[in-house]
């Protein structure tokens, strides 16, 4: 079985930054992309940034130019370093994996247990 642990949650105040780590552990896998998604109060959970093995990037409009999503392939863990952080980029942030379990064909995706990330002042 695959866990995905998150940490680096937390309050801020707008104007500031935060890093969220989130690290794959388990069964043997490989994994193909890993990203962050966001849950705000009465909303869906929207993509915030994902990344590919190969360090291909995504990032959704409202949050290019602010955050950077990076990862480690050794180490499985995939980081994100928010800065000028805004209120409306409050929710709990959901860390994701696209991953295939050794000698299994397929992938499929995993989910974090989400952090909390309040920006207010």
């Known amino acids: 079985q695959v866990q995905l642990v998150e940490s680096g949650g937390g309050l801020v105040q707008p104007g500031g930054s935060l890093r969220l780590s989130c690290a794959a552990s388990g069964s043997r896998f490989s994994i193909y992309a890993m990203g962050w998604y966001r849950q705000a109060p009465g909303k869906q959970r929207e993509l915030v940034a994902t990344i590919t093995s190969s360090t291909t990037t995504n990032y959704a409009d409202s949050v290019k130019g602010r955050f950077t999503i990076s990862r480690d392939n050794a180490k499985n863990t995939v980081d994100l370093q928010m800065n000028s952080l805004k209120p409306e980029d409050t929710g709990v942030y959901y860390c994701?994996?696209?991953?295939?379990?050794?000698?299994?064909?397929?992938?499929?995706?995993?989910w974090g247990q989400g952090t909390q990330v309040t920006v207010s002042s």
């Open positions: 994701n994996a696209v991953l295939r379990s050794y000698g299994d064909t397929n992938y499929y995706p995993f």
